[in-house]
């Protein structure tokens, strides 16, 4: 019994296979997997309004036609602001031929959803075809301030500007947390100034309006990270969340209070004072358990306040207690190295955010900002002219700091590398910032699938 016939060949460039296929005849340009017509226009979901980042579209020309085509080079193949083509495409196409029509869509700011249009031109020789093109464009990416006080502000237009939004009064206290993740925003909160102050979270789509979270009682809020869940580090227990609305908190009997949590693609590490440091081991909405493992991997040294995470396994933590004290892992916690300098009264490493392949450190005492990329070897980096920075986060690619001068209003400020610093927002009067977190959009990973002719197996 023979076996079965060989995969066609589905190179763009190749002609068509000469396999019995039932198919139509004459000129088709396919996109996701359907032929475009008058009722099937070329539709997709683009990145967000006024996003720095495009996003690349390919649909296939196929000639089935029974000749070949040449094309009108007087005729643009598109012509809508917005749509680029990659690449020309060819001078004209043998019959039995397909090739690739590859464009770049860049969506341009507006308030709310929107949809771009444009008109896909195959421009034949006497008899061109046209496509309608319909791109999808969601609302711009937002990005979030909190800080004591109730002070609140977000930014719709990649952190150019800044609208004030003050929180409500019984969201005034000493500590925040705020991180974006799973498709919404998570804060984290203490009901009041004390350390031991009751928990509060709550959770929005946009970071216009938070709803409360589900929780039980937990006191003294720490940092939030997200990941496949969000965990939070308190003064008396760790907290995890699949979607930021059920909140599950996991009594702590560890010797010292976590502070901090970072995740690091695979697992959540936790930091605290006495230089604690633990390690989680299992995920529970992937594992189907009702609680996170833990393993203690260290504990002894300075007192960890802060911790960022890269994807593969690197973390640096950071502290002190009168001196700049930092530890870091390549391994995922399994073993961790310690550096400390500049000692000096009061001295300590205050925030740190994970940047590129960077890691990015503010810090009481002088000098005020580092860089180092491997947490062993560090630069001393300027210090901004509008004021002493203290690194607040980033979001979608850009970091953000508050920078202050006594006797002035704190300044908003971005910068992609820490060095040239751009004032973005000036504070009301007596308010700080402590916290940023941003919305991310990713170009969508390869090309759009199932661009074959109709009835063409992929």
């Known amino acids: 019994m023979p076996g079965p016939a060989p995969a066609p ?9 000469d396999i019995d296929v039932p198919h139509g005849d004459g000129v088709t340009v396919v996109y996701d997997g359907a032929a475009l017509g008058p009722q099937t226009p070329l539709r997709f979901t683009g990145p967000p309004a006024g996003h720095q980042m495009g996003m690349d579209v390919a649909a296939t020309l196929w000639n089935r036609s029974g000749a070949d085509l040449a094309f009108d080079d007087s005729i643009p193949w598109l012509d809508s602001p917005g749509f680029t083509l990659l690449e020309q495409p060819p001078d004209g196409l043998a019959d039995g031929a397909s090739a690739q029509i590859r464009f770049r869509f860049r969506a341009a700011w507006s308030p709310g959803p929107d949809v771009e249009y444009a008109v896909l031109t195959v421009p034949i020789e006497g008899s061109p075809m046209q496509f309608d093109v319909q791109a999808q464009v969601p609302r711009p990416l937002a990005a979030v301030v909190i800080g004591p006080g109730g002070y609140r502000a977000r930014s719709d237009d990649g952190g150019s500007t800044w609208t004030d939004l003050p929180l409500p009064d019984q969201e005034a206290s000493a500590r925040h947390s705020l991180v974006w993740g799973n498709g919404v925003f998570l804060h984290a909160w203490s009901d009041g100034p004390e350390a031991d102050a009751p928990s509060r979270f709550a959770l929005s789509d946009d970071g216009l309006t938070f709803v409360p979270s589900s929780f039980g009682p937990t006191t003294g809020v720490g940092g939030c990270t997200p990941g496949i869940l969000f965990v939070c580090a308190h003064q008396d227990a760790i907290s995890w969340s699949t979607t930021g609305a059920l909140i599950v908190h996991e009594p702590d009997e560890g010797a010292s209070p976590l502070l901090a949590a970072g995740f690091n693609g695979g697992s959540y590490i936790a930091v605290g004072l006495g230089g604690r440091r633990a390690t989680s081991l299992n995920m529970p909405w992937i594992d189907a358990m009702d609680e996170l493992w833990w393993r203690e991997e260290v504990s002894g040294g300075d007192d960890l306040v802060a911790i960022a995470c890269q994807p593969g396994g690197r973390c640096l933590a950071v502290g002190g207690n009168d001196r700049h004290w930092a530890t870091v892992t390549t391994d995922a916690g399994a073993t961790w190295t310690d550096t400390a300098f500049d000692a000096q009264p009061g001295a300590r490493l205050t925030e740190v955010v994970s940047q ?25 980096l300027p210090e901004p002219v509008a004021g002493r ?15 202050f001068e006594e006797g002035a209003p704190a300044t908003l400020a971005r910068s992609m590398d820490g060095v040239a610093w751009q004032p973005v927002h000036t504070l009301p009067d007596g308010m700080r910032a402590e916290t940023v977190a941003g919305e991310r959009w990713d170009q969508p990973a ?8 109709p009835g063409m197996d992929p």
């Open 389 to 403: 920075p203290r690194l607040l986060g980033e979001a979608d690619g850009t970091m953000y700091a508050e920078l």
């Open 356 to 380: 590129g392949q960077s890691f990015f450190v503010s810090a009481a005492g002088e000098p005020s900002l580092y860089r180092t990329d491997d947490g062993i070897d560090w630069q001393a």
């Open 446 to 453: 390869g090309e759009p699938p199932g661009n074959e002719p």
């Open 9 to 17: 060949d589905l190179d763009p460039a190749a002609p068509w296979p």
